[in-house]
């Protein structure tokens, strides 16, 4: 048995606390034979891991996976601007109790991952103000422990806390992340399906659907990437979330009006929408 077999095993038997319903679904389908294994090495040895793609590549489906095969809860972290230590920590709050006013502290997604043994999924990252997220350092590299400043508790991480982040990088709104923060993860890139796998994926996700819809999605997606490759389109018309939302659509309209409205209407530039639905004509013919 392999250490990540063992590993998952051992999780698998213990209790993390009454978050069933935090446990992801899995169902990520890996682009080639390495990477799937290869950042189940880095959670194993208890190293955080940084997923660097473009949007709709399956990020969090992978990061559900990972919850999912080590039947352990995942607590989740949408990164913005606004995002504080409060958000990432927790914050006081006056209660009643037995008629008495009294303080206390409701713990936020990262001390109940660090206590209970959870994963911490922090999504878009780079959105952060670069000022917010130095308060993890301590608990993402060897130490694995933090002092809360609200309270001043220090919590020593559960052995099964881990920690999954993910990255769009060269975003509007994102900002290169700080080096410091950067150096404390593992690396994986996240590219979108192709090929097989995306069949693979249709034909999970959508059973019933006729070969034809399929095909027209299937052969659409490949030629949106060559136009992505290319320079010609941006990244964001070539996800594979907004084409299974397209797909899922078009089981109710046509195809043509789905596409458009899952995809084309999203994108900014004029000239984008107008080289995608002249895609789109094209392979529906």
């Not at 990061?63 to 995002?83: G, H, K, R």
């Not at 019933?208 to 010609?232: I, T, Y």
Request: glycine share 6%; net charge negative; charged share 25%.
């Amino acid at each position: 048995m392999s250490l990540i077999e063992k590993e998952i095993e051992k999780r698998n038997e213990r209790s993390h606390g009454d978050y069933s319903t935090l446990i992801g679904k899995g169902g990520y389908i890996a682009p080639d034979e390495f990477l799937w294994q290869d950042i189940l090495s880095a959670v194993v040895l208890r190293k955080p891991v940084l997923l660097k793609g473009p949007t709709g590549a399956g990020k969090t489906k992978l990061a559900e996976s990972i919850s999912a095969s080590f039947s352990q809860p995942m607590q989740s972290i949408n990164c913005s601007v606004d995002l504080d230590a409060e958000a990432l920590l927790g914050f006081k709050t006056l209660v009643q109790r037995d008629g008495q006013s009294a303080i206390e502290f409701v713990e936020g997604p990262v001390v109940t991952a660090m206590k209970k043994g959870h994963f911490l999924y922090i999504d878009e990252i780079n959105m952060a103000k670069a000022e917010t997220l130095p308060i993890l350092h301590s608990a993402l590299d060897h130490r694995r422990m933090m002092t809360n400043p609200f309270t001043g508790e220090v919590i020593q991480a559960h052995p099964d806390f881990g920690v999954i982040a993910a990255i769009n990088e060269g975003y509007i709104g994102t900002t290169p992340m700080n080096e410091a923060l950067k150096n404390r993860f593992i690396a994986y890139p996240i590219p979108y399906l192709t090929g097989g796998q995306l069949a693979e994926l249709w034909d999970r996700e959508f059973p019933e659907a006729p070969r034809h819809l399929k095909g027209f999605m299937l052969e659409l997606a490949a030629d949106l990437m060559k136009q992505v490759e290319n320079g010609l389109l941006s990244e964001e018309a070539a996800s594979i979330r907004s084409l299974l939302d397209a797909t899922a659509l078009s089981m109710h309209m046509d195809p043509l009006r789905a596409v458009q409205y899952a995809i084309a209407e999203k994108l900014e530039d004029e000239s984008e929408r107008e080289l995608f639905m002249d895609l789109a004509n094209t392979w529906k013919k």
